[in-house]
């Protein structure tokens, strides 16, 4: 049987910028084969000399930076700016687990009494599978491959097949900087090399994707008992309280729906107004969007891209014909652009409510809807109205109001005047069909460890 070939094109101009070799399941198999044979090599190397290497690694994609940040934009149509941002961005995770991986997998003694001793360390899981999506690949792939192989495992890397480009620069940079190439190895394909690889006897599969593969996934992995960490979607949901000022918050909130072309997992999706600012609030939000630049990706100045996949389009169309049709107002946008490439205007609608699938589905797209509310209970029922739980935020200057607020929000991560934020530092989780386990923060790390107990007698 010939080898399969992933096709990659430009979402920006639909023109056909690559064609690489996909891995077949054969193929997948004997690089799951050869990871399992490299993995106690790296594990037996002392936590200083993979830090060293992850180092070099560091310093490779800091010196190819710009290089880097045009293949992403080339190939998943993001803003030159926000490219450099991601990759710039990632450096400082990097840093976070190499001065963070010490401490969050240190030995520690729990007990030390009368010739007995209790200690808990961590031991590397082993092989896992890390797959990952296109729209912040550097991100969602390094919060997995940077610690797991700190820790000492071997990654079955599959990226995105929107971001395979941008996988193979990981690849080559790791190998470069002296990860052994068994140790990291890089599946080029879609659904079926990822299906392929759940097939392989893995010790933990982590993957960052939609709800539906991710519950594809829990059902293909469960039956085998491996590490499960499930990164998936979400509706995310901001309140603007009456207290709060409205063009301050529209146009941070504006900057949270549509940054990244309004492809983040942790994009605003739903914004719910205190009705007495919600005229205030569209009209700056309404006004703040219409001055992002949209157009070439590859201009410094733009803010606003092509979407990454193409059947996307359809999605927004019908989030906005649904909305439309039960009495939502368009306030701006809500067509594709007529050009090559996948092009979607910035789109605001008011009047919304949770009959439409705009304030229920995920839209992943540069689409918002804005809904008043009467009060704070109304804010907090509307927020949970959902399956998700990723982020929520609220905006108002009353401290003590925000946080009454977010505490009775499920969600894994909750904002005060913020929005679309991510932190090393903190541990990134979701509730629901956000998903289960976490990446980021020393949890992030130990996430890679299986705990070993010991029961240390001493005569
Ligand atoms: P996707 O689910 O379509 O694909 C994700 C990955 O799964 C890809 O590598 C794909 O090839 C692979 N895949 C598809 N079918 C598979 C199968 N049957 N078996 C194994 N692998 C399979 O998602 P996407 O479009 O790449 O990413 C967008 C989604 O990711 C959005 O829902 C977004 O919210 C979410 N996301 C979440 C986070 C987070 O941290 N929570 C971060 C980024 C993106």
């Known amino acids: 049987m010939s080898q399969p070939v992933l096709l990659i094109d ?30 106690p090599g790296w594990a037996a190397r ?26 992403l934009t080339a190939e998943v149509g993001k803003p030159i700016g926000q490219a450099r941002n991601e990759l710039r961005a990632f450096l400082g995770r990097v840093d976070f687990f190499l001065g963070a991986v010490e401490r969050a997998t240190a030995d520690e003694t729990v007990l030390d009494e009368g010739g007995m001793r209790e200690q808990i360390t961590h031991d590397p899981l082993g092989v896992v599978a890390n797959i990952s999506a296109w729209n912040y690949p550097w991100f969602v792939g390094g919060n997995v491959f940077v610690p797991a192989l700190l820790t000492g ?36 394909g879609g659904g079926a090399t990822g299906a392929a690889l759940l097939e392989q006897p893995v010790d933990g599969v982590f993957f960052t994707g939609s709800a539906a593969t991710g519950k594809r996934i829990a059902a293909a992995v469960g039956p085998r008992l ?26 941070s909130l504006a900057d949270g729906a549509m940054y990244n072309t309004g492809q983040s997992c942790c994009s605003v ?64 946008g809500g067509h594709r652009l007529q050009r090559p490439g996948n092009w979607f205007e910035p789109t605001v609608l008011t009047h919304v409510d949770h ?89 992030g790390i130990q996430a890679f460890t299986r705990l070993r107990a010991w029961h240390l007698r001493s005569a």
């Open 10 to 39: 430009n979402p920006a101009t639909g023109e056909r910028l690559a064609e690489r070799a996909a891995d077949d399941a054969a193929s997948v198999a004997a690089k799951a084969v050869r990871a399992r044979s490299a993995q």
């Open 46 to 71: 002392s936590l200083a000399e993979r830090c060293a290497v992850v180092a070099r690694f560091r310093a490779g994609v800091e010196g190819e930076l710009e290089t880097l940040a045009r293949t």
């Open 153 to 188: 495992n071997a990654v079955l890397y599959k990226p995105s097949e929107y971001a395979t480009l941008t996988g193979l620069h990981v690849g080559r940079l790791l190998h470069a900087a002296g990860v052994p190439p068994d140790v990291f190895a890089v599946l080029v």
């Open 226 to 251: 491996a590490r499960l960490q499930l990164e998936l979607g979400g509706k995310d949901p901001t309140y603007v309280c009456d207290d709060a000022d409205p063009k301050t918050a529209a146009e």
């Open 269 to 332: 999706e739903r914004i719910y107004v205190h009705e007495r600012l919600h005229d205030a609030f569209a009209e700056a939000f309404v006004a703040t969007v219409r001055g992002y630049a949209i157009g070439d990706p590859t201009r410094d100045d733009t803010y606003i891209g092509p979407l990454t996949r193409a059947p996307q389009l359809e999605v927004l169309e019908q989030h906005v014909a649904d909305a439309v049709a039960r009495g939502a107002r368009l306030a701006c």
């Open 355 to 443: 009959t439409m699938a705009v304030m229920r589905d995920e839209s992943f797209g540069p689409i918002i809807g804005i809904q008043a509310v009467a009060d704070d209970d109304e804010a907090v029922r509307l927020m949970n109205d959902t399956r998700y739980g990723l982020t929520a935020g609220v905006y108002t200057p009353d401290g003590a109001r925000a946080r009454r607020v977010l505490s009775r929000v499920r969600a894994g991560s909750v904002y005060w005047n913020c929005c679309d934020r991510v932190s090393p530092r903190l541990p990134w989780t979701g509730v629901g069909d956000s998903g289960v386990g976490v990446t980021l923060s020393t949890y």
